[in-house]
C-alpha cells in the first residue's frame, strides 16, 4: 500500500537554529498538508498546499514557517530561527484529487529543539 | 467555530469486551470524519472514514458511526484485545478542508 514517507524520524536541533523536514507524499496525491502535535495535545493543522502554492494555513503558521515542493517528489517545512516551544511531532499527509477521500499521514518527525 | 470532543480521555477494559469511543462536533459542516490510531510517540494510523453523507464504516472488529444531526461518531470495538491499547483520535474535516483533531482517548486493555 502507498506510504508517505518522513526523514528523519527524530531530529535535535539547538534554539535557533534552521531545520527542514521532508516529506515524500503518495506520487499520485495532490494535496499536501503538515500537521503538528506538541506533546500531550491535540493535533493541529499547520497549512495545506495544492498547485505549488498555499491553500490555506493556521494562525500558527508565520514567518517563522515555509513550505515548499522543491522537485516533484518531495515536500519540505522548514522552520526558521527554532524555539523551544517548537518541539513537537510534525506529520505529513497527502490527499487526492479531492481531499475529502481522506488522507494519508506519514509517521512523523520527532522535533526536539534545546 | 469546530470543536471536536472525545469522551472519556481514558478507558480500562478486560480483554475480550466490547467497547465504545465517543467523538462529538459542533459543527455538522463537515465532509467526513475519520478515527485515527496513535501508539505512544509514534505516527497516526488510519482506522476508518466516514463520509457526511454515509452512516457508518466497518474494519474487521471496528464499526464507526456518523450522526451529523447530533454532531456525534462513535467507534465500536468488538472483542478487544491487547494489541488494541492505543490512543484513538477522530477529526472532522470542516469547511475549510482542514481536519479539527478531539484529543483522543487512551484506551488499555488488559489481559
Known amino acids: 500500500e502507498p506510504e508517505v514517507t518522513q526523514t528523519p524520524s527524530h531530529q535535535v536541533t539547538q534554539m535557533g537554529q534552521e531545520v527542514i523536514l521532508r516529506c515524500v507524499p503518495i506520487?499520485?496525491?495532490?494535496?499536501f498538508y503538515w500537521y503538528r502535535q506538541i506533546l500531550g495535545q491535540k493535533v493541529e493543522f499547520l497549512v495545506s498546499?495544492?498547485?505549488?502554492?498555499?491553500?490555506?494555513k493556521s494562525e500558527i503558521f508565520d514567518d517563522q514557517f515555509s513550505v515548499e515542493r522543491p522537485d516533484g517528489s518531495n515536500f519540505t517545512l522548514k522552520i526558521r530561527s527554532t524555539k523551544l516551544e517548537d518541539s513537537a511531532m510534525y506529520f505529513c499527509?497527502?490527499?487526492?484529487?479531492?481531499?475529502?477521500?481522506?488522507?494519508?499521514f506519514g509517521s512523523g518527525t520527532r522535533l526536539t529543539v534545546v | 467555530k469546530q470543536e471536536v470532543t472525545q469522551i472519556p480521555a481514558a478507558l480500562s477494559v478486560p480483554e475480550g469486551e466490547n467497547l465504545v469511543l465517543n467523538c462529538s462536533f459542533t459543527?455538522?459542516?463537515?465532509?467526513?470524519l475519520q478515527w485515527f490510531r496513535q501508539d505512544p510517540g509514534k505516527g497516526l494510523t488510519s482506522l476508518l472514514l466516514i463520509q457526511s453523507s454515509q452512516r457508518e464504516q466497518t474494519s474487521g472488529r471496528l464499526n464507526a458511526s456518523l450522526d451529523k444531526s447530533s454532531g456525534r461518531s462513535t467507534l465500536y470495538i468488538a472483542a478487544s484485545q491487547p494489541g488494541d491499547s492505543a490512543t484513538y483520535l477522530c477529526?472532522?474535516?470542516?469547511?475549510?478542508?482542514?481536519?479539527?483533531w478531539g484529543a483522543g482517548t487512551k484506551l488499555i486493555i488488559k489481559p
Open positions: 459543527d455538522s459542516a463537515i465532509y467526513n
Open positions: 506520487s499520485n496525491h495532490l494535496y
Open positions: 498546499f495544492y498547485n505549488n502554492e498555499i491553500s490555506e
Open positions: 499527509a497527502s490527499s487526492e484529487s479531492v481531499p475529502s477521500y481522506g488522507y494519508t
Open positions: 477529526a472532522a474535516l470542516d469547511s475549510n478542508y482542514q481536519l479539527i
